[in-house]
């Protein structure tokens, strides 16, 4: 269990890297997920009590400026939960629908 200080400590470290994307251009926005939500199927709506129930837990998004899913790769691997293996981030490119 994590400890107020130590909670602290790691949204400062999330905060700089942030901000050093902002930096270099490449930080286009961002925002963390509330933990409740629902799930929609079909015919239902179903919900496991505040939470969702899944295999995995998506805390939010980070868009990024890259040239390619490569540099996106690259930028995702020099997050500091990435770095200390509490983390994974998955990558995908934004959709860019048809005119």
Not at 21 to 37: F, I
Not at 39 to 48: N, Y
Not at 51 to 56: L, S, V
Not at 71 to 88: D, K, R, Y
């Given at each position: 269990?994590?400890?107020?200080?130590?909670?602290?400590?790691?949204?400062?470290?999330?905060?700089?890297?942030?901000?050093?994307?902002?930096?270099?251009?490449?930080?286009?926005?961002?925002?963390?997920?509330?933990?409740?939500g629902?799930?929609?199927?079909?015919?239902?709506?179903?919900?496991?009590?505040?939470?969702?129930?899944?295999?995995?837990?998506?805390?939010?998004?980070?868009?990024?400026?890259?040239?390619?899913?490569?540099?996106?790769?690259?930028?995702?691997?020099?997050?500091?939960?990435?770095?200390?293996?509490?983390?994974?981030?998955?990558v995908?490119?934004?959709?860019?629908?048809?005119?």
């Amino acid at each position: 269990m994590e400890t107020d200080e130590e909670r602290l400590k790691a949204i400062q470290e999330m905060t700089r890297w942030t901000e050093s994307l902002a930096e270099s251009c490449n930080y286009l926005g961002g925002e963390p997920l509330l933990a409740t939500g629902k799930c929609v199927s079909k015919d239902q709506v179903i919900s496991d009590g505040p939470f969702i129930e899944a295999k995995e837990c998506i805390s939010g998004y980070i868009s990024v400026n890259a040239e390619n899913i490569d540099q996106a790769v690259s930028i995702a691997q020099t997050c500091p939960f990435v770095l200390n293996g509490t983390m994974a981030i998955e990558v995908r490119q934004i959709m860019i629908p048809f005119t």
